[in-house]
């Protein structure tokens, strides 16, 4: 479908997305940056329920704090990163943005099991994580209207967008594959560690 999509657009006027504008690499890096954090973003979205619930075990309000502090830390880094980017220009920002979403990420991986007061330092640790998030997106999709000439910024923002749900789509589609087909290392850590306070 995509290819006949491709074959159509370059064959009209104005197509909705233009396969011509990923000819710019700039534009086209913003674009996959955009779709990654996608791909990235609703995993999160879509894991930080499943900590909550099942690992650290949390109820009512507090159940729904680590993913109201993810998405509390993004609105917060969105909206002060895309002004800063404006003035210093978008890579400082994204580049450090991007390596703290590692070291996030890569701490939620190895922490999770081991997180003294969850209730706590879980909505804690996935503030930061949006934070991080935060300042990667917003630049990044500022970034456009940078790039493109304004005639074609339109065209520009909706293959942003596209991308965004696209690997929204991904992102949720494969984290939903993994907890089908393995268990969570954090969930077979807690049951090890179960199983050898059984036995002592």
Do not use: H
């Amino acid at each position: 479908m995509l290819a006949a999509y491709v074959r159509r657009a370059l064959r009209i006027d104005e197509p909705v997305v233009n396969p011509r504008l990923f000819m710019d690499r700039k534009f086209s890096g913003a674009v996959a940056i955009m779709g990654a954090g996608g791909v990235l973003t609703f995993s999160v979205l879509t894991l930080a329920p499943m900590l909550a619930e099942r690992v650290w075990n949390l109820e009512g309000i507090a159940f729904a704090m680590p993913l109201g502090a993810f998405g509390l830390g993004m609105l917060v880094s969105m909206s002060i990163s895309g002004a800063v980017s404006d003035r210093i220009g978008p890579r400082p920002i994204v580049t450090v943005g991007a390596a703290g979403a590692a070291v996030c990420l890569a701490g939620l991986a190895v922490l999770t099991p081991e997180l003294t007061a969850p209730a706590i330092t879980g909505p804690l640790l996935l503030g930061v994580t949006g934070v991080a998030f935060g300042t990667v997106s917003a630049p990044t999709f500022a970034s456009i209207y940078r790039i493109l000439p304004r005639a074609s910024v339109g065209r520009g923002t909706t293959a942003a967008l596209i991308a965004v749900q696209l690997g929204a789509a991904l992102g949720v589609t494969s984290i939903g594959a993994l907890i089908d087909a393995f268990e969570p290392p954090w969930v077979l850590f807690r049951l090890l560690c179960e199983r050898r306070c059984d036995a002592s």
